[in-house]
């Protein structure tokens, strides 16, 4: 017996043909609630490793090539068949139809931010009664939390070439963040030149990039 | 996620690949079905991902790479 195994969600049919899927499983599209789903039939989905890992986002990146947008599904994703594909995805459908919109003619550049000790963060008392005070520094952490205000002085020289950005703290010595940046096709290089004439601004922080990568980072909210 | 396969990605770990596991497995829109990948074994594979992360840097220093 096979199951549906889910690769990604496309703004429409690829240019070039489906292929086969990580699992030597010939994919297949399947049109649900307004939206593309390239899939697999498989009997066991893969096992995690750096081989499947790498097949799956070589398996994307060639149909990205030729399609305008696509929101890479979380590996491992399985449902038992297209009935349950549509049940699955209909419910988020407008969410799902935003993100592609979203991350159309798009790629995903990611940035990682190191120093030796994480910013020391110092705010003034809510004040109030101790409900007050918890909820504040609740909301305050959790504004922290995807705050990164080390790359200032990069954000100024990106402008224009950064469409969207999500950032995640870690400050964990020295990795204290993770952004991710989601800029137009072709710009990734003029995106590595403005990183590298930033470095000397953005000390003591030192900056590694890596990228273009499908937009994964950008899908989250259709969850 | 089985422990070997955690080891495998994570011993063999390079830049790119410490990239790939970040992206494919922590990240990438969640759609509800049968996932083969237990919650808390992503959780457990994503701390580790972000130890060795620390422990590159602080071997190889300023890192400049593409996948």
């Keep these: ?223 | 996620m089985k422990p070997r396969a955690a080891a495998e990605i994570l011993e063999t770990a390079d830049d790119s690949l410490l990239d790939l596991v970040d992206n494919l497995l922590t990240r990438g829109v969640v759609v509800s079905g049968e996932v083969v990948l237990g919650l808390a074994g992503v959780d457990l594979i994503y701390l580790r991902l972000q130890a060795i992360l620390c422990a590159a840097d602080r071997v190889s220093g300023e890192r400049h790479r593409r996948p």
Excluded: K
């Design chain 1, 1 to 223: 017996m096979t199951r549906v195994y889910l690769y990604a969600l496309l703004s429409g049919p690829p240019a070039c043909e489906a292929g086969v899927g990580v699992c030597a499983e010939p994919l297949r599209l399947v049109a649900v609630a307004g939206l593309v789903a390239l899939v697999g039939d498989v009997a066991e989905p893969p096992t995690p490793s750096a081989l499947t890992l790498r097949a799956q986002d070589t398996v994307l990146r060639r149909l990205a090539a030729g399609i305008d947008a696509i929101l890479p599904v979380r590996f491992g994703t399985l449902v038992a068949n297209d009935a349950a594909l549509a049940e699955a995805l209909a419910p988020r459908r407008p969410q799902l139809a935003r993100a592609l919109g979203r991350v159309a003619g798009c790629e995903q550049m990611t940035l990682r931010v190191w120093g030796e000790a994480a910013p020391a963060v110092s705010f003034e008392s809510a004040g109030g009664g101790p409900g007050t005070r918890y909820l504040d520094a609740r909301r305050r952490a959790h504004e922290r939390a995807r705050s990164v205000p080390e790359l200032d002085p990069l954000r100024r020289r990106l402008g224009g070439l950064v469409r969207e950005e999500r950032a995640e703290r870690h400050d964990r010595p020295p990795l204290l963040a993770t952004v991710q940046h989601l800029v137009e096709r072709g710009a990734c290089g003029r995106y590595v030149e403005e990183v590298d004439s930033a470095r000397a601004a953005l000390a003591p922080w030192r900056v590694s990039v890596s990228g273009p990568w499908l937009p994964y980072a950008f899908g989250e909210e259709a969850a």
